[in-house]
């Protein structure tokens, strides 16, 4: 259970956020404005959203508060406009037009608070022909091209779960938006709409891809390049045990260290000589089928030839460097990445666990001066309510 309580540090301490609850990179991003110190309120929903993790586990609410709202009832938007109003930042992942609808949109709280910096999270954006379709992460990286790059040939393309379009391309480039904007309010007093969609945040991911592709230095197909599996210098390979290793031996002495140590620097082909990349695979795939993957951890120890094992997510925070760096952290018996980045005199932390819903609506009316948001149990206790 979390305990309620105004965060005191971190870089954004002092910075005021709402949350209007939803999935996916929305409560991810807020939680990363949360991390860094700012005062998170997540304004829940009667019921709960469709996909949610049960709240006890749901650790992208973390370093957060939770109240909740029904908006479709006649003061539920008042007690939004009354959050928003003593607000520095307001995050929503509707549909365009909903939240205008429920009487929470950006022309509306900017009435109450000319200063707030709106953000907006959706898959395909605020305009344009597939605004107002459904979709996931994966149609909308698939048609970035992102998604088409991964996987060997002749396979169907690998979903990256939900890492490079919900969080990369979507969380990350919300929290960049809304701070950017935040930073141009307090400069200028006046807030502005961040218009969030992971269609344009994973494509502009990949531009470094696009001038390779341009400057004809990587092909349009799959497993062809460099990066994508292609090289054989640069990929996974199974060990003898049916775990995996990672290789990223790509500059001239990285790779020669990499064949040395693999016991095939005798034999191995130039690394530019493309015409025995096939030859080179094979010889490097049966080498690694000979030992397990912790033997050749083993061999590689100490090494610049930039060969990693390929740990499970339990496996991972066990790790000798991971575990001396804290990149994970145990909160209230949960097992999570620890805040990052790091900042040399703002320090970040997990300050709460999960915000269960509705728990600080009595310390946030308090600390945030809205008495309007005192609990209803009509709220509380009323069936869910699809606002998308």
Known sequence: MSVAKTPGHGPLAGVRVVELAGIGPGPFAAMLLGD???????????????????????????NKRSV?????????????????????????????????????????????NPRLVYGRMTGWGQQGPLAQRAGHDIAYIALTGTLGMT??????????????????????????GVLAALHHARATGDGQVVDAAIVDGTSHLSAMIHGMLAAGGWQDRRAANLLDG????????????????????????FYEEFVDLLGIGDRAPARKDTAAWGDLREAVAARFKTRTRDEWTAVFEG?????????SLREAPHHAHLAARGTF???????????APRFSATHTSVRTGPAQPGADTADVAHDWGIAGLLPDRRAVDGPAKDTD
């Not at 930042?89 to 549909?95: N, P, T, V």
């Not at 060997?152 to 480039?173: C, E």
């Open 303 to 311: 090494s610049d030839a930039c060969v990693a094992p390929v740990l």
């Open 36 to 62: 860094l110190g700012a005062d998170v309120v997540r304004v829940d929903r009667p019921g709960g959203a469709g996909l949610a993790v049960n709240p006890q586990y749901d650790v992208t609410n973390r």
């Open 68 to 112: 909740i709202v029904d908006l479709k009832s006649p003061d539920g938007p008042d007690a939004v406009l009354g959050l928003a109003e003593r607000a520095d930042i307001l995050i929503e992942g509707y549909r365009p037009g909903v939240a205008e609808r429920l009487g929470v949109g950006p022309e509306t709280c900017h009435a109450r």
């Open 329 to 339: 952290t145990d909160f209230g018996g949960i097992t999570q990445p620890a805040p």
């Open 230 to 253: 292609g090289c054989p210098f640069y990929g996974t390979y199974e060990t003898a045990d049916g775990r995996y290793v990672a290789v990223g031996a790509l500059e001239q002495q």
């Open 151 to 176: 996987g060997a040939p002749g396979t169907p393309p690998v979903a990256p779960a939900n890492l490079l379009g919900d969080y990369a391309g979507g969380s990350l480039y919300l929290v960049v």
